[in-house]
């Protein structure tokens, strides 16, 4: 009896053996996942605007800082405000999806504002317009509110306004 005990536990022990050498250890090991390709936020806007642009067939300028202007209407007086200035302006703010943030037409009367308070992109807008003209410009939302976004307008979202730069307080 005791031998064909000791039989059976040999032969348990072969296949055991067998069996987890005939096993792949990859196999049955989690492999990690390739790392999925990224592209930085600020090209992936640019390249949404730029897309957006070019189907309209609009002709943009793209400033050093990242904002894009289409100027609308020149006024010849070459006279822009700086950054600290108080301005008296038109405007509209939307989405690339058409949705309308913020309008001084809807209002039915123009706003002012300090150059020094407004988001980053508004301000640097509105600096490429001479006194009288007006222009629309797309603002990355790195120059907006960013991936906070603001009440209606949600984080990292891109934003077009056409501004008519009515004068310099």
Known sequence: MKNTSLIYIIIAGLVALSFFAGCDKNKHTPQPEPPIPTIDTAQYEDSLIRNYIDSLGLNATKTSDGIYVVTTRNSNTNVYP?????????????????????SSYKRGKPSTFYLSEVIKGFKLGIMEIE?????????????GWGSEGLNSIPPNEILICDVELLEIL
């Open 82 to 102: 700086d950054s600290n200035n108080n301005v008296k302006i038109d405007y509209q703010m939307y989405s690339l999806t058409g949705t309308i943030y913020d």
């Open 131 to 143: 006194v009288g003209g007006a222009a629309t410009f797309f603002i990355p939302s790195r120059l």
